[in-house]
Every structure is written in C-alpha cells, then in structure tokens.
C-alpha cells in the first residue's frame, strides 16, 4: 500500500516558468511532510519540509503547499531554472508503532527547459 | 565538515556471493538507514538503527542484514545476492526520525 503518492512521473516546465509538482497521500496521522531533491549518481538532499499545523512554507523560490482535507501537498518552483532539474522525491515520517522511519513517494523527474 | 560516505560506489557481483556495502558517517547521529532505489518504486527502506546494537527490519529486509558496533557505521550485508537485488542503495543518517535525514551518495550495485 502506497501511502506516498507521486502520480506524475516527469515534468516538462520551460526555464522561467512555474513548476508545481505533486504529492498526495492516504495516512491522516503524517503531521509532517518533506521534498528531497535528487540529482543523478548522487544522495537526495533535503530541500523544504511543512508541519501539518501549516498550509504553507516558504523558502526563496520554492513553496510548498499543503491541503490537509484532500491529502494533497504540492511544490511549487518560482522562476524555474535548468539547474533545478532533478528528480523530486515527497516523504513523510511514519510514527506507526516503533519506528521513525520516513515514507517516500516514487519520485518525478522535473526536466527545466532552457 | 560532517559527512555520511560509502562504499564501493560501484558493485558488480555474481549470483550468490555475500556482499557487504559500508556506510560511514561524521555526523555523530544515533539514527541509520538503509533503502534501495528502483524504478517505479521511489526509495524503500531496508533496514534501520537507532543506536549501537539496536538493528530493525524495514519493509524490504528480506535476504539482507545490518549490524551496528559503533556510532558512525552501518554494513549492509547481502547474505546470498540475487538478481533481484541489482539495485542502487542509499545510507542515510538523521539525528532524529523527524528531523530530515543525510543521504549518503549512493552504491550501485549489479548481480549477473
């Protein structure tokens, strides 16, 4: 069971534009959700994280978005920048039992176009 | 600077060889991970540690084990590799489950 949902796999956004990617997931006791971006032959870094106690982080061009009602969160990337592509990767720490262990989505390939 | 490495950062292997993946880190935090990283299936743990001596199975352990000896180290152990298991693996550290974790860069690893 997916509990960390990434439905589109790649993203195509022109160098200037907007990018918003996408992430929903099922489990309404998540209270806490990170993006890790992931360039290739190399770890996903950490790039933004929101509480559940807000709907919205900011950090310089990214925002992430958060709609507790639809289990959605989504990031937004304003300008978009080739360097910015990457594979993008949401996650959530999962408190069930004993563990602390976080839950990540399957990942979208964001493409910047110059 | 405090870093999380490993090793080897490439692997080639035979079908039923034992191979173990190293994972060093600096950053003196008592939490360890393991995932593997495949296509369609986004990072999935493998294994964690919370601490030296404790050692816990993630949701894909099956055919690969960890120990934890000391603060800054965690083998990953692959008792008997399959094709199965040609994946890239990543060591992860954290300071705490909530707190975001610290990617090492990755071993990619092929079983023929």
């Known amino acids: 069971d997916q509990q960390v949902k990434q439905n589109s796999p790649s993203l195509s956004v022109q160098e200037g534009r907007i990018s918003i990617l996408n992430c929903d997931y099922t489990n309404s006791m998540f209270d806490y959700f990170l993006w890790y971006k992931k360039y290739p032959a190399e770890g996903p870094t950490f790039l933004i994280s929101i509480s559940s106690i807000k709907d919205k982080n900011e950090d310089g061009r990214f925002t992430v978005f958060l709609n507790k009602s639809a289990k959605h969160l989504s990031l937004h990337i304003v300008p978009s920048q080739p360097g910015d592509s990457a594979v993008y990767f949401c996650a959530a720490p999962y408190y069930g039992g004993a563990t602390n262990k976080l839950i990540f989505g399957t990942g979208t390939l964001l493409a910047v176009q110059p | 600077d405090a870093e999380i490495t490993q090793s080897p950062r490439h692997k080639i292997t035979e079908t039923g060889r034992q191979v173990t993946l190293a994972c060093h880190q600096t950053?003196?935090?008592?939490?360890m991970f393991w995932y593997r990283q495949d296509l369609g299936h986004g990072l999935r743990l493998i294994h964690y540690?919370?601490?030296?001596?404790?050692?816990n199975k993630g949701e894909v352990s099956d055919g690969y084990s960890v120990s934890r000896s000391n603060t800054e180290d965690l083998p990953l152990t692959l008792e008997s590799a399959a094709s199965s298991q040609t994946s890239v693996y990543f060591c992860?550290?954290?300071?705490?489950?909530?707190?975001?974790?610290?990617f090492g860069p990755g071993t990619r690893l092929t079983v023929t």
């Open positions: 540690s919370y601490g030296v001596q404790d050692t």
């Open positions: 992860a550290s954290s300071e705490s489950g909530r707190e975001q974790q610290y």
């Open positions: 950053w003196n935090h008592n939490n």
